[in-house]
């Protein structure tokens, strides 16, 4: 390899970041292009690398959960996203969630200051289907609309896009603690990683009538287009949304009030509205579940209907934007490299995974195999019986729908046992994740 030769990534998100850390800690030169702080998406707020634009969780950390395993996965591996993950970590009961500004920093400053990345604060606006020069398109979800349609036409114009939301953030010291009771879930985390706002119902009948008539915001003007064939995804589905599937959809959804008592009562309450810390000094809380489109005013008044946020000020209101992903299977290979072209790869949600983690898995699967090419070695496809493999399999190859959706890490598409494991579910999966980080340490580890 001669030292003038460099991989080539679009986008400085976590698949992005994630790709750019593995491919320089193999020794080869990165070029990372990112669009901000010269141009901001219109979710994007801040000028850093990695920002998170919809919750500050990566979920679960248990090993009977799939992304929990996925995050093992991605720890022994060396991954930058996880190793800023735990080191800006903010309490959350059995999950894992960072104070999303040190977060970023933590990431920019790494990446930034490795010897073999070089960034540049350019917006591409052109890709090559033919290109000879590896390269790791990361542009995310949001990709601004010049690169949208060059991907477009590379993919034959057979694009898709979904909408997905954010939550509101709250001030904790507007919350009226004589209503709202910090506890987790059947008991689990620390007690104060979660306030709970029980409700009669009565409070619920009349909250739920004023979200399901709410208004909603208008689309942005980029988004205007598609407001006819508005699709939401089910992982990030607007609260407005899900309330109108039923009555009873929230109560068995967000607002599930089982596992949670009311302390004056010792018993769950009707409905229960969950806020979760979103900063380790506990002065923010995000209303778990509460992704919306609703107007700030609306917002703002349909969510101080909840107990104990009666006089709630909010550090900030939720927001829905598009999100775009490629029609992958058939076009990416299981490294995500494209079919026609292996010195072209995508990563990020883009190519059809779903969720912060997942994201940073792609990265880092399309990182090491564009760092492999140019060191002339073969390429590194992870098996079905991992977590991280699953996904790259999923997104190359489609699940048994014809039409390809989403997916977030689950069992469900991680290789058979191929033996019966006796105790449930919670046994069963702990089986995966032990043989899927036996298959990573053993065969993995040192590449």
């Not at 009948?205 to 995804?233: C, I, N």
Request: proline letters at 5%; aromatic letters at 10%.
């Amino acid at each position: 390899m001669m030292s003038e030769e460099y991989v080539k990534v679009i986008g400085a998100g976590l698949a992005g970041c994630e790709a750019a850390w593995q491919i320089a800690k193999r020794g080869v030169k990165v070029h990372l292009y990112e669009m901000k702080p010269k141009k901001m998406s219109p979710a994007h707020h801040t000028e850093g690398f990695a920002e998170l634009v919809c919750s500050n969780s990566l979920r679960s950390n248990q090993l009977n959960n799939a992304v929990g395993l996925l995050k093992e996965e991605l720890r022994a591996l060396g991954s930058l996203i996880m190793e800023a993950a735990y080191a800006t970590e903010v309490p959350a009961g059995s999950a894992l969630a960072v104070n999303r500004r040190q977060f970023s920093d933590y990431i920019t400053e790494k990446i930034k200051s490795h010897p073999n990345i070089t960034v540049f604060e350019e917006e591409i606006t052109e890709l090559d289907a033919d290109t000879s020069e590896i390269t790791v398109v990361a542009s995310g979800p949001l990709t601004s609309e010049p690169l949208a349609l060059a991907i477009s036409r590379i993919t034959g114009g057979d694009e898709l896009h979904f909408f997905d939301a954010a939550a509101p953030i709250v001030d904790f010291s507007t919350v009226n603690t004589d209503i709202a009771f910090f506890a987790s879930r059947y008991g689990k985390g620390e007690p104060t990683d979660y306030l709970n706002c029980p409700m009669t119902k009565e409070e619920y009948d009349a909250f739920y009538k004023a979200l399901v008539g709410a208004e909603a915001a208008p689309l942005k003007a980029f988004d205007r287009e598609l407001q006819e064939d508005l699709t939401v995804f089910e992982g990030c589905m607007p609260v407005e949304v899900m309330a109108s599937r039923g009555y009873d959809t929230l109560r068995f959804g967000p607002m599930k009030p089982v596992g949670l008592p009311v302390p004056k009562t010792g018993e769950d309450a009707f409905a229960t509205v969950q806020l979760r810390r979103e900063n380790k000094e506990g002065t923010m809380y995000n209303i778990v579940g509460f992704q919306t489109h609703l107007t700030f005013g609306e917002q703002k008044r349909v969510f101080r209907m909840i107990p104990g946020l009666e006089n709630a000020e909010f550090f900030r209101y939720g927001v829905m934007h598009r999100n775009t992903y490629i029609n992958s299977p058939g076009f990416l290979t299981s490294t995500y490299s494209v079919r026609a072209n292996n010195k072209l790869y995508f990563a990020g949600q883009m190519t059809g995974v779903e969720g912060y983690v997942e994201s940073a898995s792609s990265g880092l699967v399309a990182g090491i195999n564009a760092a492999m090419q140019m060191l002339g070695k073969e390429p590194v496809v992870f098996p079905k019986e991992t977590e991280i493999g699953a996904l790259a399999h999923y997104v190359s190859e489609g699940g048994v729908s014809s039409a390809f959706q989403p997916m977030n890490a689950n069992f469900g598409i991680i290789a058979p046992l191929g033996y019966k494991v006796k105790g449930g579910k919670r046994f069963r999966n702990e089986a995966y994740s032990e043989r899927a980080l036996e298959i990573i340490r053993r065969d993995f580890a040192t590449i």
